[in-house]
């Protein structure tokens, strides 16, 4: 048995892969990538690395072995997702995988917002396939706002549509962990994980956080949608991008950011990491 993991090279897939070589012999793992030159020092730990890309779906024929258990990281290029997504569900089903995961969205089918749509028709393209799933939906990545700390701390503010609305991130690295456990354990199998961190934050507490630990005054600024896509579409964010990031604030308004299930802390056997933490590390390696 091999664990396939693609967009391996990626900020969640070198994750997984580590978190998967502290759990398996190097040689069961398989590293899913469109450069196998930046997958080189994968290579030299003793990784397989195929090369395919979602766009390619003959590249894909390749990627996958009959009883390999694969975990399809969604792509970044909205608006072509489906189609990428759906050729790797294919491929997969063609070749006999035992276990197909998918990192969805919080919510699945349920979520509103047009930023799962791409997600719900993956998920329905891989029950159509037949092929055994593992739906793991992930929650907001707390990355999603530490990583972008340079504007905030210049201008103090964090921008947002969300209001007084609560979120339940995650580290990345949490959510690699569940991708890891679920890829190596057992009784998965056509189960749908509901993943988000352990405690629902508001953006007022984030900025607050945030000046503490910087030293230096930051608010939080709820902008009604329209002026706050304007906002980031003059930044520089592609239109569609801009539109997709305030629609999941005008969601985490209506509170659907903010389950705390805890599927996320019992996958991974530990707390999931606070906010504070990750607002930390932001901040160390500025």
Do not use: C
Request: proline share 5%; aromatic share 4%; charged share 20%.
């Amino acid at each position: 048995m091999s664990i396939v993991v693609t967009a391996a090279t990626g900020k969640l897939g070198r994750l997984v892969v580590e978190e998967l070589l502290a759990k398996v012999p190097a040689d069961q793992v398989v590293a899913v990538v469109r450069n196998p030159a930046a997958a080189a020092g994968l290579a030299d730990r003793g990784v397989t690395v195929r090369t395919a890309d979602y766009n390619d779906p003959q590249s894909l024929k390749e990627a996958f072995r009959g009883g390999d258990r694969v975990l399809l990281i969604s792509g970044n290029e909205m608006g072509r997702r489906v189609a990428q997504h759906t050729a790797v569900v294919r491929a997969a089903a063609a070749a006999g995988v035992a276990q197909f995961a998918y990192t969805g969205i919080l919510g699945g089918p349920d979520a509103d917002f047009d930023l799962a749509d791409e997600h719900k028709a993956t998920e329905q393209a891989v029950l159509d396939s037949g092929v055994p799933y593992t739906f793991l939906r992930n929650g907001w990545y707390s990355e999603n706002y530490t990583e972008n700390l340079g504007p905030v701390l210049e201008h103090g503010a964090v921008l947002s549509s969300a209001g007084e609305g609560r979120v339940a991130s995650a580290a990345r690295a949490d959510y690699a962990a569940a991708a890891a456990a679920v890829l190596t354990g057992e009784g998965h199998l056509g189960r749908a994980y509901e993943l988000s961190g352990d405690v629902a934050w508001s953006l007022d507490e984030y900025a607050a956080e945030v000046g503490r630990q910087s030293g230096k005054p930051v608010v939080h600024r709820s902008l009604p949608p329209a002026e706050h896509q304007a906002v980031l579409v003059d930044a520089g964010v592609p239109a569609p991008v801009a539109a997709a990031l305030v629609g999941v604030d005008v969601a985490a308004a209506r509170g659907v950011l903010s389950g705390t299930s805890g599927e996320l802390r019992r996958l991974i056997g530990r707390p999931t990491t606070p906010i504070a933490e990750s607002i930390a590390v932001a901040l160390r390696v500025r």
